[in-house]
C-alpha cells in the first residue's frame, strides 16, 4: 500500500515570503501526484498536479518532482494570507503498488500566512 | 451550485444504531468516493465506485457498507455505529483524463458523532 509522509506539520510565513512544502512517498512507480489546499470547514480543492520528473508551475505555484528521491514538493511565491489553510498532498498509486488507480493522502501540512 | 452536495451537513448518532450518509454529484463523474478525515491520518479511503451498481472495498472498509443507484448518488451506510467511527466524511467524484484517474472533487463534508 502507497505510504504518503508530509513535513512539516505547520509553517508559518510572513506576508509575500515564499512558502515551501515537502512530501515524500513510497513508490516511484506512482502515477501523477497531486496538491489539494483545504480551508476549515471545506472540503479539498485540487490546486495543481504533476507526473514527471522536473518542475512544473501555474501562476504563483511551483512543484518539483524527483521520483528517484521519491519526493515532490510545493513552492507558494509571494505568499498570502488568503493562502493560509491545510495543504495535502496525494499519490495515485501504480499498478504494482497495491493502489492501483487509488489516490493515498498525506496528514497534511497547515500553512498560516501573517500579515 | 456546488457539485458535490452531501447530507446531512451534521449527525449524532447513538452507538448501535444506523446511520446512512448521502451524496450526490452533478458532474457526470462515473467515479464516486467516500473518505473519513481524522487528525493526524489525512484522508482515508472507505468505499469506491466505478458507475451506477458497482461499489469496492478502499482501504479501510470494515463497519461501513456502500451503494450507488444511480450514476448521480452514492451513499455511505453504517448498520451498527460505533464511537470510533466519529469523524468527519467526505465524498468525492472523478473522472479521468488520458488515462489519469486522479483529480477529484469533493462535497463539503459530514461530521458524524457517534455517542
Known amino acids: 500500500q502507497e505510504k504518503v509522509q508530509q513535513s512539516p506539520e505547520s509553517l508559518i510565513v510572513p506576508e509575500g515570503a515564499m512558502s515551501s512544502l515537502n512530501c515524500t512517498f513510497s513508490?516511484?512507480?506512482?502515477?501523477s501526484i497531486w496538491w489539494y489546499q483545504q480551508h476549515p470547514g471545506k472540503g479539498p480543492e485540487a490546486l495543481i498536479?504533476?507526473?514527471?520528473?522536473g518542475n512544473k508551475k501555474e501562476g504563483r505555484l511551483t512543484v518539483y518532482l524527483n521520483r528517484a528521491s521519491l519526493h515532490v514538493s510545493l513552492h507558494i511565491r509571494d505568499s498570502q494570507p488568503s493562502d493560509s489553510a491545510v495543504y495535502l498532498c496525494?499519490?495515485?498509486?501504480?499498478?504494482?503498488?497495491?493502489?492501483?488507480?487509488?489516490?493515498?493522502f498525506g496528514a497534511g501540512t497547515r500553512l498560516a500566512v501573517c500579515p | 451550485e456546488a457539485a458535490v452536495t452531501q447530507s446531512p451537513r451534521n449527525k449524532v448518532a447513538v452507538t448501535g444504531g444506523k446511520v446512512t450518509l448521502s451524496c450526490n454529484q452533478t458532474?457526470?463523474?462515473?467515479?464516486m468516493y467516500w473518505y473519513r478525515q481524522d487528525t493526524g491520518h489525512g484522508l482515508r479511503l472507505i468505499h469506491y465506485?466505478?458507475?451506477?451498481?458497482?461499489?469496492e472495498k478502499g482501504d479501510i472498509p470494515d463497519g461501513y457498507k456502500a451503494s450507488r443507484p444511480s450514476q448521480e448518488n452514492f451513499s455511505l451506510i453504517l448498520e451498527l455505529a460505533t464511537p470510533s467511527q466519529t469523524s468527519v466524511y467526505f465524498c468525492?467524484?472523478?473522472?479521468?483524463?488520458?488515462?489519469?484517474?486522479?483529480?477529484?472533487?469533493f462535497g463539503p463534508g459530514t461530521r458524524l458523532t457517534v455517542l
Open positions: 468525492a467524484s472523478g473522472d479521468h483524463r488520458g488515462g489519469n484517474y486522479a483529480e477529484q472533487f
Open positions: 513508490n516511484s512507480a506512482s502515477q
Open positions: 498536479s504533476i507526473f514527471s520528473n
Open positions: 496525494a499519490v495515485m498509486g501504480g499498478m504494482l503498488s497495491g493502489s492501483f488507480n487509488k489516490l493515498t
Open positions: 458532474n457526470n463523474h462515473n467515479n
Open positions: 465506485s466505478y458507475g451506477a451498481g458497482s461499489t
